[in-house]
Structures are given as structure tokens and as C-alpha cells.
């Protein structure tokens, strides 16, 4: 089992980055080491989602660096100061909606930062085999899915959005320095995460708030697109199995086995909401409005976690119905953290993109 004295966290003020963070800093993970945080707080970056952390652990075991991670001399510092010996890469423009809006800031960060991070790395690590650099994906590598079948680490690459092509491209990269330069890589494919301090720009964080707010809820096409829905807190118990027993130069599926189309999940929510906050459901079902559909959107997506099961005895430890209601709670809970993401940069993006639909 691999063993790392220094982690470096790339997009660790982001959702997936900031509980991941939480959890190796926990006694769940059984990690002992250091956690360095570079994250270079874009709109989808706040701080706020560690200052506990960084109140009890801060300049201890945990450090915070605000950089972008194709600063090539900020990354090169990072590896200096703090004796980097893995590398736990997240930091990425992550929204499928904004890609296609925008896409030049995906190809930017997804492709140029993967690209600056593994050349540093290369270097900083020449010749050595104690250290690991471990890139975090997505399943919208492979594409979308007709009603049966699912994604495996085999299936071949189909990206569709600029989003995903992005994504794709730093996969291919990561690859390439390892077969290349013989960099120590390993490399995960999730399936859509949901969770606590996730952007209200994404499905779940979306409907929870719009239904707290009586707000529209907005659903794209006929509603019967098909995501698997993983909690959070399993992603990250995955991606750090697969830091420490995972096989260098190999990926690994994660999923939630768990597939909703978007129409079924958001009738869960309702109930959900409904419960937790004593609004009613009938009102709340009464806000669902279908809008103008996503253009190219993927039909299903659907994961194939066997290997990392059989190979590395990996679980899902939350149920859909626990890990979904832990999160309208959290959302119920926590409203300055909302009002703190949902000021500046986002609330003129909603305005622009959003107003319309
Ligand atoms: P997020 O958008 O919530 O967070 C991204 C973080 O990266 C933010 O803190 C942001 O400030 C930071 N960042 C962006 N550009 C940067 C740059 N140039 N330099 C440094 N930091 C930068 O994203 P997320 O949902 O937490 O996703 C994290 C990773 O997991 C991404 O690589 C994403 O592709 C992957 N992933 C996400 C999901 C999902 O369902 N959210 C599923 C599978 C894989
Ligand atoms: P999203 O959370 O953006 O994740 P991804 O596109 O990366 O899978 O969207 C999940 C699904 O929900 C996707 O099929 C698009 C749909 N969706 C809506 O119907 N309404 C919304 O407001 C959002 C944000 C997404």
C-alpha cells in the first residue's frame, strides 16, 4: 500500500476537491501526512468550504496556496516548498452548460493545467517511484449511452461536449507521461457526484435551492435523460483507494450503480425537501417547468465499477435516499455559504445565461 508524506490537492476549494480534503484530513482515510491546497478560486472556488479545516489544522497539516495551475512557476514553488510526493489532480472548469457557452476556459485549464501539472511533476520526480500523480475524471469521457449497456475501463473515448472533449484530452495526457516518461499515474472515471458544497449550478444543488427559494424548476428536454448518482464522500473513499492500491497506469470506473432519469430524481427531491423543510410537495411539484433541452445532450450515462470492486474491494457505503437527504439538510443548514457562492461572477452568469430559458 503506496504512503504519501504530502499531498497536493489541485482545485481543493471546489465541491469534490473540498470534501475530499475533508476526508483524508479525517480518521476515515487513515492518512497521517500533509495537504497542500492549490486552487486558484475561480467562481466555482471557496474557501469558506475548509476554514473549519483551516482553522484546527491550518499551517499544520494543511496549507492553502491561491494559484492557477497553468502558472508554471507557481506550480514548480508548490513542488519545492512543500516536498510534493503525490499529486491529486481535481482543478477543472466542470460545467457542461458553461462549456458550450464558453469553452476556451476549458481548454485552458482542463488541457493547459493537466499539461502544466504533469511537466512539472516529470521533472520535480525525475526518476523516482514513491510518488504518484492521480487524475480525477468523468464518465462523459466515453460519451452517452442508448437504453442498455454500460461504460467499462475498455470503452472507447466519444466526448461530446467541450466539456468532456477537455476532460478527454487530459486523460490522454495523463496516459501519455506514463507511458512516455514512465510517470507514476493513476486515473479515475466517475459517474455524476452529489453532495454537500456542491455549485448551485448543477442538477441537484439547483432544484434543492430553486425549491427553498419557490423558484421554477428547471428541467431540460423531455426529462428522461439518465445519470448514475454517486454521494460524494464514496468518490473520494474511491479515489483514495486507488492512490494507495491502485495499479500504476491504469484506470478505474467509479459509480454509484445507481441510475435515475432526471424526471424520477427530481420527484424524490421534492419529497425529500418537502419533509426536511414542512413546505408542501404538492407546491413544490407544482415549480417543475420543462425548458428549451441542452444542446447535444447525452442521453445515459452508466457505470461499470466492477474492477474497482473485484480488484481493490471498494464500496458504496451511502444509500441514494440517506445521501440525498443529507444533502437537503446541509443545503437547509448552511445559507451563508450560499449567499457567499452565489454573489458576483455566478449571479451575473445566471442573470446572463439563465433568465431566458
Ligand atoms: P468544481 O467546479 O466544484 O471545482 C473546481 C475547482 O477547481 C474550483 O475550486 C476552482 O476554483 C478550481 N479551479 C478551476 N480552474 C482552476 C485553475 N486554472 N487553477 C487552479 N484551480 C482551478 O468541480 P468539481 O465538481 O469539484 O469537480 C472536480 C473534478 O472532478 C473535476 O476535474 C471534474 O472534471 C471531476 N468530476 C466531477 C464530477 C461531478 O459530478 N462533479 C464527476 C466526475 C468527475
Ligand atoms: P449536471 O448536473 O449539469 O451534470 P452533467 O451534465 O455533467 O451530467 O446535469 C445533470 C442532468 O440534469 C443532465 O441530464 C442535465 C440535467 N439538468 C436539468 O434538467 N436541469 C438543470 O437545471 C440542470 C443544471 C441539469
Request: net charge negative.
Amino acid at each position: 500500500m503506496r504512503d504519501f508524506k504530502t499531498i497536493l490537492v489541485t482545485g481543493g476549494a471546489g465541491f469534490i476537491g473540498s470534501n475530499l480534503i475533508r476526508y483524508l484530513l479525517s480518521d476515515k482515510s487513515g492518512f497521517t501526512g500533509r495537504i497542500v491546497n492549490l486552487d486558484a478560486l475561480t467562481y466555482a472556488g471557496n474557501p469558506d468550504s475548509l476554514a473549519d479545516i483551516d482553522k484546527r489544522l491550518g499551517g499544520k497539516r494543511y496549507f492553502f496556496l491561491k494559484a492557477d495551475i497553468c502558472d508554471r512557476k507557481a506550480v514548480e514553488k508548490a513542488f519545492t516548498d512543500y516536498a510534493i510526493d503525490a499529486v491529486c489532480h481535481l482543478a477543472a472548469e466542470s460545467h457542461v452548460d458553461r462549456s458550450i457557452l464558453g469553452p476556451e476556459a476549458f481548454i485552458r485549464t482542463n488541457v493547459m493545467g493537466t499539461f502544466t501539472l504533469l511537466d512539472v511533476a516529470r521533472i520535480a520526480w525525475k526518476d523516482r517511484s514513491d510518488v504518484l500523480f492521480h487524475h480525477v475524471s468523468t464518465d462523459e469521457v466515453f460519451g452517452s449511452l442508448g437504453d442498455s449497456g454500460f461504460f467499462t475501463e475498455t470503452t472507447p473515448y466519444d466526448p461530446r461536449s467541450p466539456y468532456s472533449a477537455s476532460k478527454a484530452s487530459s486523460d490522454h495526457l495523463v496516459m501519455a507521461y506514463h507511458h512516455t516518461y514512465h510517470l507514476p499515474v493513476t486515473l479515475t472515471n466517475c459517474s455524476n457526484n452529489y453532495g454537500p458544497y456542491q455549485f448551485p449550478e448543477k442538477l441537484v444543488p439547483v432544484m434543492i435551492l430553486n425549491m427553498i427559494e419557490d423558484k421554477p424548476l428547471p428541467v431540460y428536454g423531455d426529462g428522461k435523460n439518465i445519470r448514475d448518482w454517486l454521494y460524494v464522500e464514496d468518490h473520494n473513499s474511491a479515489v483514495w483507494t486507488v492512490m494507495q492500491n491502485g495499479v500504476l497506469g491504469q484506470t478505474y470506473n467509479i459509480g454509484g450503480e445507481n441510475e435515475w432519469e432526471n424526471i424520477k430524481l427530481l420527484d424524490r427531491l421534492i419529497d425529500l425537501v418537502a419533509e426536511e423543510s414542512g413546505k408542501s410537495s404538492a407546491s413544490l411539484r407544482s415549480l417543475i417547468t420543462y425548458v428549451k433541452d441542452r444542446p447535444g445532450h447525452d442521453r445515459r450515462y452508466a457505470i461499470d465499477c466492477s474492477k474497482l470492486k473485484t480488484e481493490l474491494g471498494w464500496r458504496q457505503s451511502v444509500t441514494f435516499d440517506e445521501g440525498l437527504r443529507k444533502t437537503v439538510r446541509w443545503y437547509l443548514d448552511n445559507s451563508g455559504w450560499i449567499n457567499r457562492v452565489r454573489s458576483g461572477e455566478y449571479r451575473t452568469w445566471m442573470d446572463v445565461n439563465y433568465t431566458q430559458r
